[in-house]
């Protein structure tokens, strides 16, 4: 499986999220619905897999169980100032950062099925 960047911006656009902000290194997503965020890395990972970053607190459980869907290989959370709406953590830096739960996304299908399932 593979996925590109401009297909993994489709499937969450029309996933019924909107692009809220966007730097460099990554895309912020908003639902229209329940406004809860998502961020998607622009460089790591493609066309392998996207590499998106849902809510630390979220039960992944259920977003696991989609097919094409697995968690980060390297690490459970990603850590970032730019992830400013999901809360702190202490990494390995001197204080806390803010940090989500990394996934691996495989393809749009996938993708579509996972903002439809952490919409809900």
Known sequence: ???TLQEARNAILSGGFFEKSSTVKLSEF??????RIL???KQQGLPGHADVIVHPERNAA????????EPNKRVTYRFGSNMSTFPKKV?????PEHCGRA????????LSAL???YDS
């Open 1 to 3: 499986m593979s996925i």
């Open 30 to 35: 908003e639902s229209k619905t329940t406004g």
């Open 39 to 41: 961020y998607l890395y």
């Open 62 to 69: 259920a977003l696991l169980a989609i097919p094409d869907i």
């Open 91 to 95: 990494n390995k830096g001197a204080g």
């Open 103 to 110: 996934l691996y996304v495989r393809s749009q299908g996938a």
């Open 115 to 117: 903002c439809k399932a």
